[in-house]
């Protein structure tokens, strides 16, 4: 494979009036672990359906391994695994053959499929449900069985669409590892997710998409680096925290502050943050401050200065829409 | 020789989750009796009318097995987004929907002899003329599951797949000559007898069972051939346009 695993160029999409994907441009190169980090309804299933030929863009090219697969969705499908938001696999199928007839998809041979099967199932913890209806499996179960199929022919290229999302913490941290893991092992690895910290955790590169448009793309590094020695106090004081900034800046000119959301007043420095003096500057005010958090800037802060949208705007938002499966 | 064991088994797990369960199998049973019993009763002229009645059941067996599987094999694997699974795998789209075919059309092919058994044991000696009748039997199962193909994947839902194909299926039991000839129809109705391919099927059924055909078997052969082609032709441009959109 050249060095170049997906290259995407002015990749756009529409639907009736929402345009889902808009000039789409990026490249992630072969083994690297390339995070696609956006709300919901950004743009990241659409674009994942383009390039895994399940959709046809309207606009813009795309090469996987080096193949065209403009003219024909479908070209490259030998070197892709896709594992989707939601699970594909048969319900009345047990796992264990939902597994083998996933590997007969790719024409492994009767022996090397119930191989296969078995050590993916080991891997993934589920050889005590191997026997068992997929359709009666949990959700984390079910995910996990989603991932191993997307797996089973060792593709060098995997897309996963959120594979975190609506699974228990200890399922997704085990789900990070395997990731992780066909990291190291220089598989090409095309990740969405809506988690800041999973993305900033796994992956190597990220590009932000809002509202089907990339608004930035960066090494982890290199978008940490500027955030990187910043301190970042949150603040959650009530009421008038928003008349407070203007005089909390006044009073200490080395910080930096802002009012996220009502409530809050969010203080950025250089330098150590003087929490006392500021606690009571905010109480002989009136206001009563209920917590003050120094939290560790993170991607979270770039993603908010890059797109405006606060993180925990997208997490609510996506957890009311409920974790899918 | 790999995409031999992709097409296999998507025909082989097809039959086990769908042809071979229960329901299937008791439909493949119930419904020629029905039928049978129905024009049998109907007729009332005695067990000689059961070669003439015989062609008509055995085309309405294959019709309505294969096109109601259709339904499920495609239209609720698209639903439920397993086909997607297949659609992502390297098989070419052309050999995929054969595979996803395959199964219907074997089926449609057993259906087809179990009114035959029901008949042979019934009339004694049953004569039928087996060069025309295998190849009438197979075209006819292809061009059903072709049709019911093309149904499949011109709707969304199971239900629409359902009813669409009873918009066809029904006025295929009285315009395509299977129990009363064709030319019995009202004169401005006779011209959709032949735009449908159950007529060009049961003509050769009636040939190879009692000698009535009105066709030669040629022009029933290429006509039921070209169905066949122009169905999955269609169906496979309606995949690359509605399902890759
Ligand atoms: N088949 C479709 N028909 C109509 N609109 C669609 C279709 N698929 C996606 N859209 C719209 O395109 C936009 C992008 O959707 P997409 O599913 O790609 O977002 P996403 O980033 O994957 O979101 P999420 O985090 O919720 O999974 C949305 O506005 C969505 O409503
Ligand atoms: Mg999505």
Redesign the interface.
């Known amino acids: 494979m050249n060095d170049i695993a997906i290259e995407v160029r002015g990749l756009a999409k529409r639907f009736g009036d929402v345009q889902a994907v808009a000039e789409v441009d990026f490249a992630v190169r072969a083994g690297e672990l390339f995070g696609f980090l956006g709300p919901n309804g950004a743009g990241k299933t659409t674009t994942i359906n383009m390039l895994?030929?399940?959709?046809?863009p309207d606009a813009g090219t795309v090469r996987i391994g080096g193949i065209d697969c403009t003219r024909n969705?479908?070209a490259a499908?030998?070197l892709?695994g896709?594992v989707?938001d939601?699970?594909?696999?048969?319900?009345?199928?047990t796992g264990f053959d939902n597994l083998c007839?996933?590997a007969?998809?790719?024409?492994?041979?009767g022996g090397e499929r119930r191989a296969r099967a078995g050590e993916l199932l080991e891997m993934f913890d589920l050889t005590a449900a191997a026997g068992r209806r997929f359709g009666g499996y949990s959700k984390g179960m079910k995910r996990r069985l989603t991932i191993a199929?997307g797996i089973i022919h060792r593709p060098p290229i995997l897309f996963l669409d959120e594979p975190t999302t609506g699974i228990d913490v200890a399922s997704a941290r085990q789900v990070r590892r395997l990731i992780g893991e066909l990291h190291e092992h220089g598989t090409t690895i095309f990740l969405t997710t809506h988690y800041i910290d999973e993305a900033e955790r796994l992956c190597d590169r990220i590009a932000f998409i809002v509202a089907g448009r990339i608004v930035g793309v960066d090494l982890v590094a290199n978008l940490v680096h500027p955030v990187r020695d910043k301190q970042v106090m949150l603040i959650a004081c009530a009421p008038g925290a928003q008349d407070l900034v203007g005089e909390l800046a006044e009073a200490f000119p080395a910080l930096e502050c802002t009012c996220p959301e009502p409530g809050s007043i969010r203080i950025e420095a250089r330098e150590p943050i003087p929490v006392g003096p500021l606690v009571h500057f905010i109480e002989a005010r009136g206001a009563e401050v209920s917590e003050a958090r120094k939290i560790r800037p993170s991607l979270e802060d770039i993603f908010v200065r890059i797109t405006g949208i606060g993180a925990d705007a997208m997490r609510r938002e996506k957890e009311k829409s409920g974790g899918k499966q | 020789?790999?995409?031999w064991?992709?097409f296999?088994?998507?025909v082989a797990?097809d039959f086990r989750?769908y042809y071979l369960k229960p329901p299937n199998i008791s439909w493949g049973l119930i419904f020629p009796f029905a039928w049978t019993g129905m024009f049998f009763i109907r007729s009332g002229r005695g067990l000689e009318s059961i070669a003439d009645i015989l062609p008509g059941v055995i085309a309405l067996s294959i019709l309505f097995g294969t096109t109601s599987l259709l339904s499920v094999t495609v239209t609720f694997e698209k639903k439920?987004?397993?086909?997607?699974?297949?659609?992502?795998?390297?098989?070419p789209?052309e050999l995929l929907m054969l595979a996803k075919t395959g199964g219907a059309i074997l089926f449609g092919v057993v259906n087809a002899f179990v009114p035959v058994a029901m008949a042979a044991f019934l009339v004694n000696p049953l004569r039928v003329d087996w060069l025309v009748f295998v190849p009438a039997v197979f075209l006819i199962s292809v061009a059903s599951t072709f049709l019911g193909l093309f149904i499949a994947v011109a709707v969304s839902e199971v239900f629409e797949a359902q009813t669409f194909s009873n918009f066809f299926r029904f006025p295929m039991i009285f315009l395509c000559g299977l129990f009363f000839p064709v030319s019995a129809l009202p004169v401005f109705l006779r011209p959709l007898a032949y735009v449908l391919p159950l007529t060009y099927g049961a003509d050769m059924l009636h040939g190879a069972i009692h000698g009535g055909n009105v066709m030669p078997f040629a022009v029933d052969l290429a006509a039921l051939a070209g169905f066949c082609v122009v169905l999955f032709m269609v169906s496979l441009y309606n995949v690359r346009r509605r399902w890759?959109?």
């Open positions: 895994t030929g399940l959709a046809r969705p479908r499908q030998h892709i896709v989707p939601e699970s594909n696999l048969y319900p009345e199928l007839f996933c007969a998809l790719y024409g492994m041979a199929a | 020789m790999k995409l064991i992709a296999w088994n998507i797990k989750t439920n987004r397993s086909f997607e699974r297949l659609l992502l795998a390297p098989i789209l890759i959109a």
